[in-house]
């Protein structure tokens, strides 16, 4: 059994506003497989809760577009694995949990058939697994900018790898703040889990942000 999470947060002045969200996860719930969606406040996220009770001063990248790259934005964004656990604590009998982001209608060529397909070819994957533009080895990166080694908007995660993952991932972005000062993106938090943890079974497959997010996708390793 696989279900889809996703979800979203409504932000003030956000670029993409509730309106247009909503209209994109409605073509979302258009698929075939069962998806679940989370709509928190801001303030019932993981990472917001934990800066309001850290004392130490810190910042948040922006790269060239700080109307997006807001601390809220980054907030949302670190809530995903938290949603995904969210989801195994309420459906014991998922075998494989699929995060897949709610405007992931905008990205070009995706389609109900595509992420169906995708899904179809996900119900036994065996380890962690993410779609990325950066091959492994050929990339450096800092705060400044995303790092696209991950693309972060679709997550395979098999059921008994959900609390190691959300465990790890949280662990990494509080080591990060702690140790630079700065909330950066998610996907560069999946960059340096990847690096920091080389035994954490982190599976990776070439795509880009287009429908190669899920026809790349080959299923199942063995």
């Known amino acids: 059994m696989i279900t889809v999470v996703t979800g979203y947060v409504e932000l ?22 069962s998806v679940l969606l989370y709509k928190p406040e801001l303030e019932e996220c ?8 850290n004392e130490q001063s810190y910042t948040h990248s922006v790269s060239d577009n700080p109307a997006k790259n807001t601390l809220g934005y980054h907030i949302v964004q670190a809530q995903k694995t938290q949603w995904i656990e969210k989801a195994w604590v ?12 709610a405007g992931i209608f905008h990205v070009p060529g995706v389609t109900a058939k595509i992420i169906d397909d995708f899904l179809a070819r996900a119900e036994g994957e065996r380890a962690v697994t993410i779609p990325g533009c950066w091959p492994k080895g050929t990339y450096t990166y800092d705060d ?12 395979v995660v098999p059921k008994k790898y959900v609390v190691q993952f959300n465990d790890a991932m949280q662990n990494e972005y509080v080591r990060w703040i702690e140790e630079t000062g700065n909330v950066s993106w998610e996907v560069n938090t999946l960059a340096r889990l990847e690096e920091r943890n080389p035994e954490f079974p982190l599976w990776w497959y070439a795509a880009d942000h287009d429908q190669t997010l899920f026809t790349n996708y080959m299923g199942v390793r063995s």
């Open 144 to 155: 400044n900018h995303p790092c696209w080694r991950f693309c972060g908007g679709v997550m």
């Open 12 to 33: 003030p002045n956000h670029p993409r506003p509730k309106r247009e969200y909503e209209q994109l996860v409605r073509k979302l719930f258009n698929i075939e497989h």
């Open 90 to 101: 309420e459906y014991p009998k998922t075998d494989v949990f699929v995060w897949i982001d």
């Open 46 to 53: 993981w990472l917001h809760q934990y800066l309001c009770n």
